[in-house]
């Protein structure tokens, strides 16, 4: 027996695919259906080689940079950014040079712009 410290987690992947067929309910989904414990057993055993941690360790990284108040969400941009406004302001009154004309062949459509002549 070994004392530690460590917090282990033990994941029983067999029980976690039971579990989430009841929460995908497959019975009712699809009525022809069913997982029996063979194939519970190879699903279980093709996520051992697929199954990949990168939302866990997402949380992980979170939970250390909130712990040392490093955590700064980004939950989105201000539109413009400060100090586009000038460049947008060009670029819509580029778009006032400029029609919109559709090049079309047997197998493909495509829209291209031309400059309007003054």
């Known amino acids: 027996m070994t004392i530690t410290n460590d917090n282990i987690i033990t994941i029983n992947l067999n029980e976690l695919v039971k579990i989430r067929m009841r929460v995908l309910d497959i019975s009712s989904a699809y009525a022809d259906v069913k997982l029996e414990d063979d194939g519970i057993d190879e699903v279980a055993s093709n996520l051992r080689y697929t199954l990949t941690w990168d939302t866990l360790y997402g949380m992980v990284d979170q ?12 939950y989105g941009e201000i ?13 819509e009154k580029n778009k006032k040079k400029f029609k919109m ?7 493909w459509e495509i829209d291209v712009p031309l400059r309007i002549k003054d």
Do not use: M
């Open 63 to 74: 939970a250390i940079l909130e712990h040392l108040d490093k955590w700064d969400p980004h």
């Open 79 to 91: 539109q413009p950014e400060p100090g586009r406004e000038a460049w947008l302001n060009e670029i």
């Open 101 to 107: 004309v559709k090049l079309t062949s047997s197998s």
